[in-house]
C-alpha cells in the first residue's frame, strides 16, 4: 500500500494551483497510490479552523483514501490552537498535525518558528493523541523539539530541501541520527541524487516516509525520487507506506 | 528515432558532499537507463578551480566516448589568458557544442567592464553557437541564484545571442516568462522546473520548441527529471520535441 504522507488539498494562489480532491484523486488512482495524509491549504495560508473544517468534510467523503493532518498555521492563537488540535483530533479523527516555520521575506530566518514557546503547547496535546507531527522546519528547531518532546512522532518536512532549511538535508539527516523519534519526508522540488540513499544508508529505511507535495508536484516526480534509486524493494515498500502504516496503526 | 538528448550534466568533484553516482561508468549507465543518448557535460572543476584543466578533462572523456558525450565548454573570463584563442580552439572542436558561463562563480556581472567578454560573446554570436547560463547549478536551496535582472541585462546588451537559460525553478519561471517573449533566441532548460504544470506553461505562453530538456545528472536523479515530463500533460509529439528535436534543432549536426 502506497501512502502519500504530504499532501495539500484547497487552492494556493501563490502556485497557481486549485488542489482539488477529485483531481487528486484521480491522479492517486493513475500512480497507484492509495491513502493520502493531507492538509488543507485555507487552514495552513488563512484560518485554520475553518481550514480543518473543510478538510473534515472530505475526509468523511473519502473515508478510506483521505487521512488528515490538524493544521495550526500559528501558534500565536494561543489556547485556541491547542483546543483545535483536541477537537481535529476527537471529533474528527485526524491523524496527524501540520506546522509551519515561515521565514521572514528575503531572508531564511524565522517569522513564526515551530520552535517557539507558543507552539510547545499545541505540540504536546498532539503528543497525547499520538499524532503524527508534521513540521516544516529546518534541522535546528526539529532536533530542539525532538529534545524536549521525545516521545512525539517527529516529521521534518522536506527534509531539509527548502529555502528555510537552506537545502542542508545533510544536517536533517545528522539531527534524525540523534534523535530516534524524528523522520524525514521526501517531498521536495530538489531532485538531490543523492539525498534519499545516504538517508537510508545512515538511518535506515525505517525513517523515512513518501510526500509528494502534490499539487505542487507530479506523484509520479516525486515517486521517482524513492523508486528511481539503488534501494532495495524492501526499502522502497517501507519508504512509500510501510513506515506510516506502522506509525498510525493501519 | 533518436534517444533523449540532455544537455545539462555535470562531471567532475562536486565540491559539497560525495556524489554516489559521479563516476563515468555510472553516468553512462543512468543514461542507458533512461534512453539518453547524449548528454553535454560541463565541468564542475572549471566551475570551482581551472576552467581549461576541467574543460580538457570533459573533452578526454568525450572523445573517449563520442557517440555518448558532448561538451559545453566554460570559459572564466577573469582568470587565465588567451581567452579568445582558447574560445577559437574549442569552437573547432565537433565534440564541443557551446559555451557555459558561471558569473556567481566566476565573480562578474555583464555589466562589469571586463574587456574580453564582449570579444567572446560576439564571437559566440558569429558562430551561432549557444551559451548556457544556468541560474543555479541544481535545484538546492542553500546554493546562490543569479538574478532575473543580470540575465535581462545579459539578453538586453546581447540580443543576438543564443542562450539556454538552465536552472530556472517556479519562482523564477514567471520573470523568465517575459525574456523568452521579448528574446526569440532565449531557450529553457529543464532541469530545475519541478512545479506540476509549470513546463506546460511555458510550453503554452512561448512555445513548446523553446524548452530543452536536461537533467543535472549526476547531481540530481535523472529519474525524476524524465517522470515529469512523462507525466506532464503534453502529446507524444511535443515530448518528443522536449527530449530531442529541439536540441537537434537547435545544435545541429554538432549534437
Not at chain 1, 113 to 119: A, G, I, K, Q, T
Not at chain 1, 165 to 182: L, T
Not at chain 2, 16 to 22: E, N, S, T, V
Request: with cysteine.
Amino acid at each position: 500500500m502506497i501512502i502519500d504522507a504530504h499532501v495539500h488539498l484547497g487552492p494556493m494562489p501563490l502556485f497557481r494551483v486549485e488542489g482539488r480532491v477529485e483531481d487528486l484523486l484521480r491522479a492517486a488512482d493513475r500512480s497507484g497510490i492509495e491513502k493520502l495524509f493531507c492538509t488543507h491549504a485555507t487552514a495552513l495560508f488563512y484560518d485554520f479552523r475553518e481550514g480543518n473544517e473543510r478538510l473534515y468534510r472530505i475526509m468523511r467523503q473519502y473515508p478510506d483514501r483521505i487521512l488528515g493532518y490538524c493544521t495550526i498555521s500559528s501558534s500565536r492563537y494561543g489556547t485556541r490552537a491547542v483546543e483545535e488540535v483536541e477537537r481535529c483530533a476527537q471529533d474528527y479523527g485526524m491523524r496527524g498535525l501540520k506546522i509551519y516555520s515561515f521565514s521572514i521575506p528575503g531572508t531564511r530566518e524565522p517569522f513564526l518558528s515551530v520552535d517557539d514557546e507558543w507552539m510547545y503547547p499545541v505540540i504536546e496535546k498532539a503528543a497525547e493523541y499520538g499524532m503524527v507531527i508534521l513540521a516544516h522546519s529546518n534541522a535546528e528547531e526539529i532536533a530542539h523539539l525532538a529534545s524536549l518532546f521525545p516521545h512525539a512522532i517527529l516529521v521534518m518536512a522536506h527534509m531539509g530541501n527548502t529555502a528555510h532549511a537552506r537545502g542542508d538535508w545533510h544536517r536533517a539527516i545528522a539531527v534524525a541520527r540523534r534523535f530516534p523519534n524524528i523522520y524525514l519526508d521526501t517531498s521536495t522540488s530538489s531532485t538531490d541524487f543523492d539525498c534519499v540513499e545516504t538517508a537510508v544508508a545512515l538511518l535506515g529505511a525505517e525513517r523515512l516516509l513518501f510526500g509528494s507535495d502534490w499539487p505542487l508536484f507530479h506523484h509520479e516526480f516525486a515517486l521517482a525520487r524513492i523508486r528511481e534509486t539503488s534501494l532495495s524493494p524492501e526499502e522502497q515498500a517501507l519508504i512509500l507506506g510501510g513506515n506510516l502504516r506502522r506509525l498510525l496503526g493501519l | 528515432m533518436r534517444g533523449k538528448i540532455d544537455v545539462t550534466g555535470y562531471f567532475g568533484t562536486w565540491p559539497y558532499w560525495p556524489l554516489r553516482h559521479g563516476s563515468p561508468d555510472e553516468i553512462l549507465r543512468l543514461m542507458d537507463r533512461y534512453g539518453i543518448e547524449r548528454l553535454v557535460l560541463g565541468s564542475l572543476r572549471a566551475i570551482f578551480s581551472d576552467w581549461e584543466e576541467g574543460n580538457e578533462e570533459v573533452r578526454r572523456l568525450a572523445r573517449q566516448h563520442p557517440d555518448r558525450f558532448r561538451v559545453a565548454a566554460t570559459i572564466n573570463p577573469i582568470l587565465g589568458r588567451d581567452h579568445l584563442a582558447r574560445l577559437q580552439e574549442y569552437q573547432e572542436d565537433e565534440l564541443i557544442v557551446g559555451l557555459r558561463l558561471y558569473p556567481i562563480y566566476h565573480d562578474y556581472e555583464v555589466t562589469d567592464e571586463t574587456a574580453i567578454l564582449p570579444a567572446l560573446l560576439s564571437r559566440v554570436t558569429d558562430r551561432n553557437w549557444p551559451v548556457f547560463l544556468p541560474l543555479r547549478l541544481m535545484m538546492n536551496w542553500g546554493l546562490p541564484v543569479l538574478p532575473i535582472a543580470q540575465v535581462a541585462e545579459w539578453l538586453a546588451r546581447f540580443p543576438q545571442l543564443t542562450v539556454i537559460l538552465g536552472g530556472v525553478n517556479y519562482g523564477e519561471v514567471k520573470h523568465v516568462l517575459p525574456l523568452l517573449r521579448t528574446h526569440s533566441r532565449a531557450f529553457l532548460e529543464t532541469s530545475c522546473l519541478q512545479l506540476q504544470g509549470a513546463l506546460e506553461r511555458v510550453a503554452t505562453e512561448v512555445g513548446i520548441d523553446r524548452l530543452l530538456f536536461g537533467t543535472g545528472m549526476p547531481l540530481q536523479n535523472p529519474g525524476c527529471e524524465v517522470a515529469k515530463i512523462a507525466h506532464a500533460a503534453f502529446s507524444e509529439a511535443e515530448r518528443a520535441q522536449i527530449f530531442a528535436e529541439n536540441a537537434i534543432r537547435l545544435f545541429g549536426g554538432r549534437i
